[in-house]
C-alpha cells in the first residue's frame, strides 16, 4: 500500500467482517483506529471526519465504522454488542497486516476497545477513551441518564423531532449543533434498515456475557488516556471514577465547558491531548 495523505483517504472493506473503513497518513506510520459511538445516524464518518486531517499527520489512521453501523453490515449478536464488535476490529488488524494498534473510542467505541484490550492485550498499544460506556458505573447521577433517555425515546419513535432532543444532549453548547449536522444525522439514521440495526444492537446488550466491564478494569494494564466532558449528560464524568481507580496505567482528564462529544466541542484541546499522550516515549502513568 502506498503511503495515503488525508487528500486521498480512501474506502475500503476487510476481507472478513465487511467492515467499512476510511484510512488517511502514512501507510507505514503508528497505526490508530478510530472507534465510534452508537447512536441515530452514527457511523466512523460522523464522528470523526473533523481529527482525521490532524491525527494522519502523526499515525496511519483508521476510522471504523463499527458493525451495525453506517456503511458496515450486521453481525450475529449471541452475546453482548461490544464483545461482538471488538472481536471484529481484531479480525481487522489481522487483514490489515497490523500486529499492534493504539484504539481511541468515543461512547459504545471505547467500550469496544477496552472489550478488545482485555480479550487480546497483545494486539493493542495505547489506549484513548472519550465517555466510554462500559467502564461507566454511575456513583451519584441516575442509572439511566438524560441522554440515555432521550435515545430510547427515538429508538421507540423515531420522528426527527426525537432525534434532535437526543443530539442536544450530546453537547454543552447547543449552538454546536448545526442544521447541516442534524441533516446528515437524519438522513444517516433514517436510511433503509438503519433503525432495526440499532435497535438490534442496543438489544444485545441484555444479552449474557462476560462480567460487566467495569468490575474488569484491573485486568487492562495498558496505558491509558481517558477523557471525559465535565457537562455530559449523556454518561455523565461521575461514572468514570470507580472502574478508572481499579485500572493500573490509566490517567483521566475532565473537560470543562463540554458535553459527551469531546472531539467536537473541544476539538483542538482533544487532539492536543491525544497526540501528546500517544507520541511520548512513555506515557507519565506507565
Known sequence: MNALTY???????????GLHRHEAGPADGVPLVLLHGSGPGVSGWSNFAANL???AQRFR?????LPGFGASPDLAYDRPYPEVAAAAVVRLL???GIEKAHLL???MGGWVALEAAASAPDRIDRLVLMGPGGLYAPLH???VSEGA????????EPTRAALEAWVRTMVADPATITPALLDERWANATAPGAIERMRAVMASLALPGRAPLWA???EIPHPTLVTWGRDDRMLPPDGALFALRRMPNADLHVLGACGHWAQVERKHDFESLVLDFLTREEPPCS
Open 149 to 156: 433517555l432521550r435515545l430510547g425515546e427515538f429508538l421507540a
Open 94 to 96: 489481522d487483514d490489515l
Open 61 to 65: 489512521t483508521i476510522v471504523v465504522d
Open 7 to 17: 487528500a486521498g483517504t480512501t474506502r475500503e472493506r476487510s476481507a472478513s467482517d
Open 141 to 143: 447521577g441516575p442509572m
Open 53 to 55: 486531517p490532524v491525527l
Open 216 to 218: 474488569r478494569t484491573d
Open 105 to 107: 473510542g468515543n461512547s
